[in-house]
């Protein structure tokens, strides 16, 4: 019998001080029993980084022709193709001709060898960004999180605040900042 994806309602509200986005967004999130609660915690963060009406989740991990999110037109376009992690360079490859642009968010650490092994090579996709998020201030938010909660998402320049049930104040670092081996 095959394990099903627990689902998490999240009560999301964005002020967004960059891009003069606010609005609440109520989610349903589903965490495949494969995916751990680290990277489902760094999907509600970028939907709140990325946040517009359109803005959707992929159908989930084992669906490799979906994007973890992704903004589509009303067309059925996709104009934003967000990966989550550290994706092979094959697959930010693959992307190309796929979305009008593209970002990738990693939560782990060890994003910053992947970046400074193969970000000469990525540099090279047009309309890419690519972020990291502080994995250890990641790992210990888990430990709070409940199937129903309430998150506020704030964001300041490169500042990040999460409030409600989930309280942390972070920068959100650009990885085409750092340095390419």
Request: charged content about 25%; glycine content about 6%.
């Amino acid at each position: 019998m095959a394990l099903k994806s627990t689902v998490y309602k999240i009560q999301l509200q964005v002020s967004d001080m960059n891009r003069h986005y606010y609005a609440e967004h109520h989610l349903s999130v589903a965490c495949h029993p494969s995916e751990s609660l680290l990277r489902m915690l760094t999907r509600i963060i970028v939907f709140g980084l990325n946040a517009d009406e359109k803005l959707t989740f992929g159908r989930g991990l084992s669906e490799v022709d979906d994007a973890p999110l992704w903004l589509k037109d009303d067309t059925g376009e996709v104009k934003l193709w967000i990966e989550v992690g550290s994706p092979s360079v094959d697959r930010m490859m693959w992307l190309r001709g796929k979305s009008d642009t593209y970002a990738n968010y990693s939560y782990q650490e060890s994003s910053r060898v992947w970046w400074a092994k193969h970000g000469a090579e990525l540099s090279v996709l047009d309309k890419c960004e690519y972020y990291l998020l502080p994995e250890a201030l990641l790992k210990t938010l888990t430990g709070g999180i409940k199937r129903q909660m309430k998150i506020g998402l704030l964001v300041t320049d490169d500042t990040i605040m999460l409030t409600g049930d989930l309280e942390a104040e972070f920068l959100l670092e650009k990885m085409d900042s750092l340095e390419i081996g």
